[in-house]
């Protein structure tokens, strides 16, 4: 380090403090060329759009020297074996969320969302500074990848229903597509938790083969149509409080990497963490106008229903703790963090957010 | 565009999947020392800490070629100059927060905050996605900078007390050290606005000289001690939902970089947006309780209180609306971005929001 510091020091001597021609000292940095599958389809421009910033930025900042080129889900492999493609080696970098793979562990549910977990703020602080980010790398350690957090829905809806939810009672037999984890919880209440890929979603809510479903929010539910046939849209999603995305990349070609295109996959990752976050923050209010202009019935779970989840999920999380070594060990790190988001969030942007939604909701804003 | 990519294609065709030598076709960038001046003291880690990532993040990924050294605040010019010595060319770069220059015009308020604005998530999609970037590059024209996005408190605290505030009328006369815009509007309810150093704060509260001090959250407000002189710390901030920080870079100098190396500052900048916001909710938690435990009053200020400087506000921007063009522009993207931005975030950010914060109430989380 102090060697290389000497060198640096000495090469950049004759350097003014403006542009100068780039002395014979460091060469160039080597041309690359990598794979990207992606767990999301085109059609998704949020989603799929951080894919295609990731890549488009590690080439600008590389000075096009380091390409990356993304592929979609099924375009290498389908879009739940991004992890797998990325372990054996069939691509470098994977674009997916983590809590894809919870059938392999469920501790992989903390790169992505917890039910009753962290926002999406909160995600960012527990995973770049409150240990989240370390506590990850060594679970990811048995998988033979490096995990970087790459984008982020925000918090999402709670899905497309059919019939009205007012009572706890009312979820018993309910046919739900919803993700694994949340399905697991709300088993515990009654519901028969369907696992359905996204483009058979709208035709298995019309003939009621099920009864709801939950995708992400406005933006893209909007363009999968399930409003035309499931007229209840509920929130909040209270199993992805956030939705934050994961890039994996294979662990031989990462080590195989100069430094400083390492920092360029971390740096530029997290701007596609923020970019995403903003994407979607921009696109769902103009869509969910648009879906109440539909007649669509918007309305919060009632407070016993979340509360009746919220126990479930703690007897759930308790279950898992209790078997399940590596879960125990980010839990209890994560758990105890999250208290103290809360503790916080509630304060000044729990007031200020709060205080503004009143005035909306009095015609002031 | 498409000769280049032939160009490139055909340089590459010898590269393999994995790292291969650089040809000579690409040879690499140019080195460059540059100067940032921020306007933060290096005794803020949050803030000051934003402007070494920069420096450090943008080293790394040019391979130590384009350095930047950061200077503190006063080191090379005073806190609410770096925004004149970018201008100027005495550095290169200023870390600073664009609202310390709403003498020159009011107009820089928008990329930091507007009372009663957008909070931090709103902030970045209006920025990134809303037309807020262009709005103010068209704005900073005239001050020969560019400016970008770069870190950000969160929503900010209501400051310190020595007297309890119960209705409006305990505003009148109040003497409080509280920034340039917010301190305007509030002089429509009587207070008397201060601008004080952070370093002179404290003795100026603890003498009585003034009744009220606000500075950012727990985290940064702990270290300036305010806790000990007065005891009433209220939220929210309402003039400061969000307090975005902004990174200037000299016109010219900008001009004079490789596309490769805009990008590097762009992208770093990102990064460090979330690293910050990031920052400040991993430390913010702890503090706020070490100051509750400290004997400090926490409360929130008086709905009619929040609701009279909601008028003000009104009334102080309609003011300048009439009267200023340049505000006038981005006020028309700005305001109509805001109500569509609190229509969403009331649902699912907010829905789940608002009920972790009650399971936290009740002693659950």
Redesign the interface.
């Given at each position: 380090m102090q060697r290389r510091k000497f060198l640096?020091t000495a090469?950049?001597g004759a350097?003014?403090?403006?542009?100068?021609?780039?002395?014979a000292l460091?060469?160039?940095?080597?041309?690359?060329?990598?794979?990207l599958a992606s767990s999301f389809p085109k059609s998704l421009d949020t989603l799929w759009g951080g894919a295609e910033l990731f890549c488009r930025?590690v080439s600008?900042?590389?000075?096009?020297?380091f390409?990356i080129q993304p592929f979609a889900s099924g375009e290498i492999v389908p879009g739940f074996q991004v992890l797998d493609a990325v372990q054996n080696g069939t691509v470098e970098v994977g674009q997916t969320a983590a809590y894809y793979y919870i059938g392999k562990d469920i501790t992989f549910t903390f790169d992505t969302a917890v039910p009753?977990g962290l926002?999406?703020?909160?995600h960012?602080?527990?995973?770049?500074?409150?240990g989240g980010r370390e506590a990850m790398a060594e679970f990811y350690k048995d998988y033979g990848v490096v995990g970087h957090m790459m984008g982020g829905t925000?918090?999402?809806?709670g899905g497309w229903f059919r019939k009205e939810i007012k009572t706890v009672d009312d979820l018993k037999g309910l046919k739900f597509r919803v993700g694994g984890f949340a399905g697991q919880i709300l088993g515990k209440l009654g519901v028969i938790a369907q696992q359905i890929p996204g483009g058979e979603i709208y035709p298995a809510l019309e003939k009621g083969t099920i009864d709801a479903a939950e995708w992400v929010?406005?933006y893209d539910d909007e363009r999968l149509g399930f409003y035309k046939v499931a007229p209840y849209y509920y929130?909040?999603?209270?199993w992805e409080?956030t939705g934050m995305g994961t890039a994996y990349i294979n662990q031989k070609a990462w080590d195989?990497l100069?430094?400083?295109y390492q920092?360029?996959i971390e740096?530029?990752a997290?701007?596609v963490?923020?970019?995403m976050?903003?994407?979607y923050?921009?696109?769902?209010?103009?869509a969910?106008?648009r879906l109440v202009a539909a007649g669509v019935k918007?309305q919060?779970f009632p407070t016993a229903v979340?509360e009746a989840c919220?126990n479930a999920t703690n007897e759930v999380c308790n279950e898992i703790v209790a078997k399940n070594a590596k879960f125990k060990k980010v839990w209890d790190i994560w758990k105890p963090y999250?208290?103290?988001?809360?503790?916080?969030?509630?304060?000044?942007?729990?007031?200020?957010?709060?205080?503004?939604?009143r005035?909306?909701?009095a015609g002031?804003?």
């Open positions: 640096k090469g950049a350097a003014a403090a403006t542009t100068v021609a780039a002395p460091a060469q160039g940095q080597p041309e690359l060329k990598w794979r930025r600008e900042l590389t000075d096009g020297k390409k009753f926002n999406s703020r909160q960012v602080a527990w995973w770049m500074h409150g925000g918090a999402q809806m929010g406005p929130y909040p999603g209270w409080g195989g100069p430094p400083a920092k360029v740096t530029t997290d701007e963490t923020l970019w976050l903003g994407k923050d921009n696109g769902n209010p103009a969910l106008r918007l919060p979340l919220f999250r208290s103290e988001q809360v503790l916080w969030s509630r304060i000044a942007e729990g007031g200020f957010d709060g205080f503004m939604a005035m909306y909701g002031k804003v």
